[in-house]
């Protein structure tokens, strides 16, 4: 019984060790806002040869919401696809990727505008 605990138990530990099953593809994790009930945070990550995505997140104690995502290619990459700016309540995130404007309210009050003004 003991030999087919381990014949069995063993790839699975293999398998587990083995850093290729967890390639991580995030290029950057950023808290862009802070304060004692919330964190807004943004994850930056390459989901293909030339593919990118953007998801922010609101993160508080019960756990984080995603707010909003986007997919960028590398053709429009740059070192300043983001300026962000916060005002009391208010985060302000001016960016070129796309033309519409995003709102919204965290369940904490914060108020998030994705703009490209």
């Known amino acids: 019984m003991k030999k087919q605990l381990y014949f069995f138990l063993l790839p699975v530990l293999f398998l587990q060790s083995c850093s290729f099953l967890e390639q991580n593809n995030f290029i950057e994790t950023k808290i862009i806002s802070s304060d004692l009930n919330e964190k807004i945070v943004y994850k ?25 995502e986007h997919d960028i290619d590398d053709a ?7 300026t962000i700016s916060e005002n009391n309540d208010e985060l302000i995130i001016r960016t070129n990727l796309f033309c519409e404007v995003k709102k919204l309210v965290t369940r904490n009050g914060k108020s998030i505008i994705l703009t490209n003004r």
């Open 76 to 82: 429009i990459i740059t070192s300043e696809m983001y």
């Open 44 to 68: 930056f990550y390459q989901t293909g040869l030339h593919d990118y995505k953007v998801d922010f997140y609101s993160v508080d104690q019960s756990g984080s919401t995603k707010l909003f």
